[in-house]
């Protein structure tokens, strides 16, 4: 039986990053990677297959690489069994492994929902982050005409807008009264479902699935709750991922009330020398330090990075007490971004929460070539200023505008000291100085706070 420093099972955004960084930073250890499919593929470029990417999965591919290139081993197989007193792993094929720290960084799965009659009918498909899954559904995709998305969340809603847009007719349901309601605020949720209705998907919000019926066993219809039925030669279920975490179960980890693995700070698990890090992980929200599910691959990313400096030891301190959520869409040429609270999710945590906006080209002047309008949405706590959500919408520098917001919040930074952030600026490049968004928000709350009852 091999033995390794270290084994990580799986193959996604946060085993690659483990191992890569475990590799750059100890190089003398031994790096195992437990994969189950030989091709992986980058998640968040799933949507983009269907219509950016020419339909052609093998344009989204991602594999382990630069782990490899640093001296890291992969075995494509399952992990079926963990010993964990032994510290054994033993895989499908009936290869065993043993370990001196093992890492779950098993992922997370569609939710099906059961509850909904036809949820297995043939031609009802799933959001999987799995390469030969969306490559067979990308082949078979180009012989349907009518499709029905259920789940009007960034995913849901980026699939149906590329799938509309290389011309299947597409319609969306969801059932709260907007959608992307999850990643922002109701303001922002109301303007990306107005982005994805001036698309050519037939966006339907507060509506609920009944049921999905079909004839030999596949899918001709889906079936409202008001009794209105919708042809569809094919169904997509976009209603959530859970973690992957029933072999971390069934090896004694102990898991949260979501189903994620129970992890500190760190990820490490409650049994020694066992972590977790990525979607089978659980988060801590940044505002409660209560557990949450946030399942993305910015933070599965970080969370490996603390984890691989980390796993013989602590030696650099996490820099966050909790996660943040930062997300961020493009919808119809419309940038969307928000990190952190928002009044919605703040109110639902008993969080009190001051906001303010400003609008600004991002060109100076604004008659530019390539100008977007720029809007920043700041909110502060009205005791002391720090920030603690942003929302940004607009042109393509909303990517990273969001970024510097999260950074702010990550470093408890206040409107007080963004009056005088430093930034630099560029016609062609940036907003006006005289109008930095984020500044002027900023300002704005500044002004709310101490000349103005807010
Ligand atoms: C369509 C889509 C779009 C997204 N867009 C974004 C985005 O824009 N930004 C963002 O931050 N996040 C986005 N996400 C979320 C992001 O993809 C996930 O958070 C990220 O993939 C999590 O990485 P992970 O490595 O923890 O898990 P996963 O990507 O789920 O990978 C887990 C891996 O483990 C393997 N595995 C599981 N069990 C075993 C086993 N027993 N043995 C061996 N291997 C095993 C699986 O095959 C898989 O390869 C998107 C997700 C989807 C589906």
């Not at 054994?88 to 569609?110: D, H, I, N, Q």
């Not at 959500?389 to 950074?407: D, M, R």
């Not at 300002?443 to 807010?454: G, L, Q």
Request: aromatic residues 8%.
């Amino acid at each position: 039986m091999k033995t390794y420093d270290v084994i990580i099972i799986g193959g996604g955004p946060a085993a690659i990053v483990t191992g890569i960084t475990v590799k750059k930073f100890f190089k003398e250890k031994s790096v195992l990677m437990i994969k189950e499919e030989a091709d992986g593929l980058v998640p968040c470029g799933i949507p983009y297959i269907f219509n950016l990417l020419g339909n052609d999965a093998g344009k989204n591919k991602m594999g382990p690489k630069p782990f490899v290139n640093l001296g890291g081993e992969v075995v494509v197989d399952s992990a079926i069994k963990v010993d964990k007193t032994a510290k054994k792993v033993l895989v499908k094929s009936g290869e065993e492994f043993s370990y001196g720290k093992l890492v779950f960084a098993t992922g997370s799965e569609p939710v099906i929902p059961t509850f909904i009659p036809g949820h297995d009918l043939r031609n009802v498909f799933y959001v999987k982050k799995s390469f030969p899954y969306i490559h067979e559904l990308a082949s078979k995709i180009s012989g349907f005409k009518n499709i029905v998305i259920v789940g009007g969340g960034f995913i849901g809603a980026e699939v149906a807008e590329q799938m509309a847009a290389s011309g299947m007719n597409i319609t969306l349901v969801e059932s709260e009264p907007l959608c992307f309601s999850k990643a922002f605020s109701p303001e922002l949720s109301a303007i990306a479902t107005d982005v994805l209705r001036e698309t050519k998907v037939n966006v339907m919000t507060s509506t609920l699935v009944k049921e999905i019926t079909g004839e030999n066993d596949t899918v001709q219809h889906v079936v409202l709750s008001d009794g209105r039925k919708i042809e569809a030669d094919a169904v997509t279920l976009s209603i959530g991922y859970k973690a992957n975490s029933q072999l971390a179960e069934e090896s004694g980890l102990e898991l949260n009330r979501f189903g994620d693995i129970h992890v500190d700070n760190y990820g490490r698990t409650t049994v020694k020398d066992i972590s977790a890090v990525g979607d089978c992980a659980q988060t801590f929200g940044f505002l409660t330090g209560r557990s949450d599910v946030i399942k993305l691959a910015s933070t599965a990313t970080a969370e490996a990075r603390t984890l691989g400096h980390n796993i013989f030891g602590i030696r650099i301190k996490k820099c966050t007490a909790g996660t943040l959520g930062v997300f961020s869409t493009e919808i119809n040429g419309l940038a969307m971004a928000a990190a952190g609270a928002n009044e919605k999710s703040a109110g639902e945590s008993g969080v009190e929460l001051i906001s303010s906006k400003f609008s600004s080209p991002d060109r100076h002047p604004g008659g530019l070539p390539g100008m977007s309008n720029l809007t920043v949405k700041l909110y502060a706590s009205p005791v002391d200023g720090s920030i603690l959500g942003g929302e940004a919408w607009g042109g393509k520098s909303v990517g990273e505008i969001i970024n510097i917001i999260s950074l702010a919040i990550q470093k408890s930074i206040t409107v007080f000291e963004l009056i005088s952030f430093q930034v630099g600026t560029h016609p062609l490049l940036t907003a006006s100085p005289v109008n930095n968004p984020i500044v002027r928000a900023a300002e704005d709350i500044v002004y709310k706070m101490t000349c103005s009852k807010y």
